[in-house]
């Protein structure tokens, strides 16, 4: 018999690593770098082969090399060099079904296209449910959606009907980040055709992106068909938004109470909000006396002891909540009394009883956002509670942060962005947004170091990838003089900002490249030249410069949008000009809706266009130009 190769000399190709990554990510559900026992219990039975919880976790142990508890991607390659080494021989469980989950992956395969009617994409039936009910509740009063709304709870696949015409995702949408469409922009009616129809999708996706959807596969086709996987994936995200939209210290400045001994405020700031959340779950546990502690919202709160604790501390006292349910031994009917006492705080939304009792990570964790937005149980002592912080600093996002942000999660990126300074310090987001600026150029194999990293290794780590993206980015012929990968592990605010400003830059312009087919970078002025000579064969006044007053108007932006759909702009909703500021941001806000309308991805804000921001007023120039190019 031939001897097994030593797993350690295989290499893998370019190629084999981007499928395993592939792989990796349908396991790491929630793309945090860690496969835990729950996310491979979902994914065990979307393939038809659901597993008892100890099978799983004997499945972990196989790979877990440092066991922590759970799969980092680092173990998972090399459970795979590990099974060719034995030619799948004498192999784990785990690694013989990573093979059926990547036949599935091509099979099921995850583009646009993918909404034909032969796709093998299933959805699930509690999402569909839940989030059926919260849209019932978050738009359901709205009068444009009479004829949508409610969706019946007998017959929740009528959400994929109410979709169609796009009126319901915009609504959703401005429910989760108010003021992202101007509703002047959308078509209403009951008789809208096909083109009106694509119109209201298409302001749908790319405000999906502005506001940090990832929209990567997801086109106006899918969401007019109702493509079942596709609409509540897209749905999924836009009702995340909304909901850790409030989880901040000026929407609860109580917050600082969740700090532990030695602690200050940065460490809230820079807590993910699924982590924020079991921290806010934890420290009600202990306020109410028990040494009940959870880590996940999956099999930790299968038995619902912990939402019955939590419920009595938050619940105002006039509601009667009590722990009563705990002397409940069935499992379900202590999940269904938990239900009827969320009932009570007007906070039953997400989860049947069944979905608690089988762990449903991602509707768990929604039930409790919602229990945290409507019911946080935190006082705030006053301004002792924020040490040496400044309240502005501690709430507020600038808005070229908030723009930067947003466009990298819309783009994919992994993990998703909450903090920009902070979860771009490992540098993996930074390459991955070379990586779509050059495809390519990154060495992701044998230059990267894939978090999570140990402890000791963190700092080291970290500051290496963020050297390899310095390095890349003057490979790119970016200007990043003084800049050094430690000020990006550091979070120097000024150099971050000047390098993300320069790969979005790049990643927007390098679109017109393409279109034009040039070998040299498109300048500013080539832009201005663009957009003028649109204006002129309209007979419409010219723009200077990206610093021009008159685009503080946004007349300029209205004469080129109707250049490119003539008709798409109602003058008689335009303040010609405007009399103040209140009519040059309704002038702006237009502007912006309209152009995502016709499918321009801009990603600035209406008060970049009244202050005339250069930077952020050439992005959307640019992708109108982008726009009008793709066209021909």
Same mark, same amino acid.
């Given at each position: 018999m031939a001897a097994s190769i030593d797993w350690k000399s295989i290499e893998l190709k370019d190629d084999e690593m981007e499928e395993i990554k592939a792989t990796f990510a349908e396991f790491d559900q929630d793309g945090n770098g860690h496969v835990t026992?729950?996310?491979?219990?979902?994914?065990?039975?979307?393939? #038809?082969?659901?597993?008892?919880?100890?099978?799983?976790?004997? $499945?972990?142990?196989?790979?877990d090399e440092d066991k922590s508890g759970t799969i980092q991607f680092e173990e998972f390659v090399n459970m795979v060099k590990k099974g060719r080494s034995k030619s799948g021989k004498g192999t784990g469980t785990l690694y013989r079904v990573s093979g059926k989950v990547r036949a599935?992956?091509?099979?099921? *395969? #995850? =583009? @646009?296209?993918?909404?034909?009617? %032969?796709?093998?994409?299933?959805?699930?039936?509690? +999402?569909?449910?839940?989030?059926?009910?919260?849209?019932?509740?978050?738009?359901?009063?709205?009068?444009? !959606?009479?004829? $949508?709304l409610p969706i019946p709870s007998d017959n929740p696949d009528k959400l994929f009907g109410a979709v169609k015409n796009g009126l319901l995702l915009a609504k959703l &949408?401005?429910?989760?980040?108010?003021?992202?469409?101007? +509703?002047?922009?959308?078509?209403?009616?009951?008789? !809208?055709?096909?083109?009106?129809?694509?119109?209201?999708? =298409?302001?749908?996706?790319?405000?999906?992106?502005? &506001?940090?959807?990832?929209?990567?596969?997801? *086109?106006?086709?899918?969401? &007019?068909?109702?493509t079942p996987h596709i609409v509540l994936g897209l749905l999924w995200q836009i009702i995340r938004i909304g909901l850790f939209a409030k989880m901040n210290v000026r929407a609860v400045p109580g917050l600082a109470a969740l700090l532990k001994d030695g602690e200050d405020m940065s460490v809230l700031l820079t807590m993910a909000p699924e982590d924020l959340l079991l921290r806010w779950v934890n420290y009600h546990l202990e306020k109410a006396g028990t040494t009940l502690r959870i880590r996940n919202f999956g099999g930790d709160i299968k038995d619902s002891e912990a939402y019955v604790y939590l419920l009595s501390q938050i619940a105002p006292r006039e509601l009667g909540v009590d722990t009563s349910a705990l002397s409940e031994r069935d499992t379900t009917q202590r999940a269904e009394a938990v239900l009827v006492n969320a009932d009570k705080m007007d906070c039953r939304k997400f989860v049947t009883a069944k979905d608690i009792v089988n762990g449903n990570s991602k509707l768990n964790m929604a039930f409790v956002a919602n229990l945290f937005n409507t019911h946080p149980g935190l006082e705030s002592t006053g301004a002792e509670d924020f040490g040496d912080f400044d309240m502005d600093d501690l709430a507020n996002e600038t808005r070229?942060?908030?723009?930067?942000?947003?466009?990298?999660?819309?783009? #994919?990126?992994?993990?998703f962005v909450h903090h920009f300074y902070s979860d771009l310090a490992t540098g993996i987001i930074i390459l991955q947004l070379i990586d779509k600026v050059r495809p390519g150029i990154v060495d992701w194999e044998k230059k990267v170091n894939n978090p999570p990293f140990k402890k000791f290794q963190a700092h080291m780590k970290s500051i290496e990838n963020c050297n390899y993206a310095v390095e890349l980015g003057k490979v790119l012929k970016m200007s990043l003089v003084g800049i050094g990968g430690s000020d990006i592990y550091a979070g120097n605010q000024l150099l971050i900002l000047g390098f993300v400003w320069q790969l979005?830059?790049?990643? =927007?312009?390098?679109?017109?490249?393409? $279109? /034009? #087919? /040039? @070998? %040299?970078?498109?300048?500013?002025?080539?832009?201005?030249?663009?957009?003028?000579?649109? !204006?002129?064969?309209?007979?419409?006044? =010219? &723009?200077?410069?990206?610093?021009d007053p008159y685009i503080g108007t946004s007349m300029p932006l209205f004469h080129l949008l109707d250049s490119v759909r003539p008709g798409v702009v109602k003058y008689d909703m335009v303040h010609d000009p405007p009399a103040n500021e209140e009519e040059k941001l309704a002038n702006a806000k237009l502007a912006i809706s309209l152009a995502r309308k016709i499918g321009a991805g801009v990603y600035a804000l209406p008060e970049d266009v009244v202050e005339v921001k250069p930077k952020m007023v050439m992005t959307i120039f640019a992708c109108i130009q982008a726009r009008i190019m793709s066209s021909k």
């Open positions: 026992a729950e996310e491979l219990a979902t994914l065990f039975k979307a393939i #038809g082969e659901p597993m008892p919880g100890y099978q799983l976790r004997e $499945l972990i142990d196989e790979v599935n992956l091509k099979k099921m *395969g #995850g =583009t @646009s296209a993918a909404s034909s009617e %032969e796709t093998t994409h299933t959805h699930s039936d509690e +999402e569909t449910v839940a989030f059926a009910d919260w849209i019932n509740h978050a738009v359901g009063g709205d009068d444009d !959606l009479k004829a $949508l &949408i401005n429910s989760a980040v108010p003021d992202t469409i101007d +509703e002047r922009a959308l078509n209403k009616g009951s008789k !809208l055709n096909t083109f009106h129809v694509g119109e209201n999708q =298409t302001l749908v996706v790319m405000s999906a992106a502005a &506001i940090g959807v990832n929209t990567i596969n997801v *086109g106006p086709p899918d969401l &007019i068909a109702g070229e942060e908030r723009t930067f942000r947003n466009w990298m999660n819309s783009l #994919g990126v992994k993990p979005m830059r790049a990643y =927007t312009t390098k679109v017109l490249q393409d $279109l /034009s #087919g /040039s @070998s %040299e970078p498109i300048s500013d002025a080539e832009i201005v030249d663009f957009a003028n000579a649109r !204006l002129k064969e309209a007979k419409k006044p =010219t &723009i200077a410069s990206f610093k």
